[in-house]
């Protein structure tokens, strides 16, 4: 089992920046990939962003390319999610995801059935 705990969420004003970080226990942190996930209300969960597990690698989604960065600390067994010039249509609530055995390379995976732990979400709330 892998617990995962998301933090850093909050409410920011348009083009301004949040970090998220989620911090991992339980078993080998460097043995997943990570993944960060967000839900609107109303809306289906989507992908946001993944990292290997040596964080060589990384995917984003195109609404999220050049402004949000991944990365992780396997040493602290964190991952984070850099967030800049946010916008409104960025609020939603993140999660961070533990791939699933095999996944943990350089694959794209951007499903959530491609993951086997979650976290319990942060609210992220961009005003304009």
């Known amino acids: 089992q892998v617990q995962l705990v998301e933090s850093g969420g909050g409410l920011v004003q348009a083009g301004g920046s949040l970090r998220l970080s989620c911090a991992a226990s339980?078993?080998?942190?460097?043995?997943?990939?990570m993944g960060w996930f967000r839900q609107a209300p109303g809306k289906e969960r989507e992908f946001v962003a993944k990292i290997s597990w040596s964080g060589s690698t990384t995917y984003y989604a195109d609404s999220v390319k050049g402004r949000f960065t991944i990365s992780r600390d396997n040493a602290k067994n964190t991952v984070y999610l850099q967030m800049n010039s946010l916008k409104p249509e960025d609020t939603a609530v993140y999660y961070c995801?533990?791939?699933?055995?095999?996944?943990?390379?350089?694959?794209?995976?951007?499903?959530?059935?491609?993951?086997?732990?979650w976290g319990q979400g942060t609210q992220v709330t961009v005003s304009s």
């Open positions: 995801a533990a791939t699933r055995s095999g996944y943990s390379g350089s694959y794209y995976t951007p499903y959530g059935s491609q993951y086997a732990y």
């Open positions: 339980g078993r080998t942190f460097s043995n997943y990939a």
